[in-house]
């Protein structure tokens, strides 16, 4: 098997096997031709070619977020590598365990000068699990290296210098690894090459010793003395953010559903289902604000306890209640984090839900209260009103969304750009065979499209991507690839802009705001899609939405595209006016 003749692209190659790290995401260069060849010529890895580096790691992180195992992007020297950063953020945020692989130069041709230079240790810096800046070999080169710097070799011979940078790159690499493995993390590893680049050497197949993920230690809590707190109080809330599926044994789910002193609130990106579920939490907050017994209402939610697990939370009406009424007690659950969201946590149990529940769930009472009877009642009362409200509205986005919601066949793997899309579906009940995603780690429009190709290479369900038109064409080059499953399929909510922004309190009706916010497109979205051999279908009327989605769905040779045009000028009135009619 041939691998490249620099030992620390052989050593990262070794390493990645025996961390089981099969999936590669390479982008083109020659600074990176050593991981490149080696990588590729090795059939151990499943490598994926993607020239965009920014849609190259959300791409990885698609492909991570579905297989949960970490996933490498290899990326060439210079600006390529600023271009990870937006998926590094998000992945961050998301606990998505990427491998970022930069190749570099050598460090005596930093700030010389030299084209495709920057300065690559510690580029991600606050939003790294592990920077890994490994040593430039000395046996790669010696004559170079001997002629620019020869303070890397010193007096030794050139043999004992190498043995300490292998030594040194092999440490700094298993750190790298260990914790995107075990902590679902980013980690970067940066690696100095100096020229040639190209040669290659035969190397014998090595049997792989793999190593196996280190479980993070629970930590063996007393719970006695939160069980006490539980069984006094009242009034519980359960509250769920970003969350796999099939990750929360529902026999902890029901128990904790059937006590009358709980209510359980999830969003569509839970991936948790039951029938005594609050899963439009806008619904019940909304009406609220609304009231003139504000104040009242807000008291008898307010919980004693909140118990919140999974990641971040997309409502804002929930964070700002919570946020003024305050628990008197908040307990996470996670075996990494807790974010101190509304400013009241307590205590931080740091192990899975299900390591919990399982200790707590066997000692807990449930109560004969009218907590969740009280609330149950009021949002019975708001699905009834949504309902009525839903016959009344006229094509536009809410209208399109209760139709597309409506129309998605079984067991499908749903991918929700941010900004208004994530929020309409929000208000929704969704078919609950659906899998559901969505890049809320810091919630940009960036990277869906690329999250989403990525994300539907190893789905055994067909996946669906839910966007809007700036979210869209933002990550357009996110198509520009050669792994689209054919039966991937795009929404495009096309409202001419950022509809968003004529919800929020800023909104004018000026040709600034239209301009600076909105920023309303005026491209063609049948050409990209030309561009890129998809199938394309556009509407915008109730008969014809009906009509295309009827057929949408069918299988295909082609991955497809649907535009959707919906009136912007009342979409914002017919969102604002739904709050109203179900208070």
């Not at 230079?117 to 170079?144: E, P």
């Not at 208000?427 to 499209?449: A, E, P, Q």
């Amino acid at each position: 098997m041939e691998q490249s003749s620099i030992p620390s692209a052989q050593l990262l190659v070794q390493e990645c096997k025996r961390y089981g790290i099969r999936n590669i995401v390479i982008s083109p260069g020659s600074r990176n031709a050593p991981l490149t060849l080696s990588f590729t010529e090795d059939s151990f890895f499943k490598c994926f070619s993607i020239v965009d580096e920014r849609c190259a790691a959300f791409f990885a992180m698609g492909l991570a977020q579905q297989l949960r195992e970490p996933v490498a992007a290899i990326c060439t020297s210079g600006s390529a590598l600023l271009n990870y950063y937006p998926a590094v953020a998000e992945a961050f945020y998301s606990d998505i365990p990427l491998v970022l692989i930069s190749a570099d130069r050598p460090g005596y041709k930093i700030d010389i000068g030299d084209g495709q230079t920057i300065r690559q240790d510690n580029v991600f810096d606050r939003h790294i699990g592990y920077s890994a800046n490994l040593k430039l070999d000395v046996s790669h080169a010696t004559n170079r290296i001997l002629k620019y710097a020869p303070e890397l070799i010193n007096d030794d011979t050139v043999e004992r210098a190498q043995r300490k940078v292998f030594e040194f790159n092999s440490t700094e690499v298993e750190k790298a690894l260990t914790m995107a493995s075990n902590s679902a993390i980013p980690v970067h590893i940066n690696i100095p090459f100096e020229e040639p680049l190209y040669d290659m050497v035969m190397v014998k197949k090595e049997s792989l010793n793999d190593r196996l993920s280190v479980k993070t230690l629970e930590r063996d809590e007393d719970l006695c003395a939160f069980i006490s707190i539980w069984n006094k109080s009242n009034r519980k809330m359960v509250l769920v953010g970003t969350n796999p599926p099939n990750d929360i044994e529902q026999s902890y789910l029901d128990i904790l559903a059937a006590d009358d002193s709980v209510i359980f609130l999830t969003e569509t990106t839970s991936n948790l289902h039951h029938s005594r579920f609050f899963t439009s939490i806008d619904s019940i907050i909304a009406p609220i604000e609304k009231s003139e017994n504000k104040e009242a209402l807000f008291n008898a939610l307010q919980p004693n306890i909140l118990l919140s697990f999974g990641g971040l939370i997309v409502s804002k009406k929930i964070k700002a209640f919570l946020r003024n009424y305050k628990p008197e007690h908040h307990w996470h659950i996670n075996s990494k984090k807790a974010n101190d969201t509304f400013f009241s946590l307590t205590h931080h149990f740091k192990t899975h839900p299900n390591s919990f529940f399982k200790s707590f769930i066997g000692h807990i009472k449930p109560k004969q209260v009218s907590y969740f009877e009280y609330w149950n009642a009021r949002k019975k009362h708001y699905e009834f009103k949504r309902e009525e409200y839903l016959k009344t509205i006229p094509f536009s986005d809410m209208f399109a969304f209760k139709q597309i919601l409506e129309s998605i066949p079984n067991s499908y793997q749903l991918q929700l750009s941010n900004s208004s899309t994530v929020r309409y579906a929000q208000l929704f009940d969704l078919n609950t065979s659906l899998t559901v995603f969505c890049n809320r780690g810091t919630s940009g429009i960036d990277g869906s499209v690329s999250t989403a190709v990525g994300a539907a290479v190893y789905s055994r369900s067909p996946t669906l991507l839910i966007t809007g038109d700036l979210s869209f064409l933002y990550d357009s080059n996110g198509l520009w690839n050669n792994y689209i499953q054919k039966n991937f399929r795009v929404i495009v909510i096309n409202n001419e802009g950022g509809g968003i922004f004529r919800i929020l309190p800023g909104h004018r009706e000026t040709a600034n705001f239209e301009t600076y916010f909105e920023t309303p497109q005026k491209l063609d979205i049948s050409h990209l899609c030309g561009l890129y051999g998809l199938d394309f279908f556009t509407t915008n009327n109730v008969e014809n939405l009906q009509n295309e989605l009827h057929d949408f769905f069918k299988a295909s040779e082609k991955p497809k595209v649907m535009e959707i045009k919906t009136p912007k000028s009342i979409n914002n009135e017919i969102l604002l006016n739904y709050f109203d009619f179900i208070s």
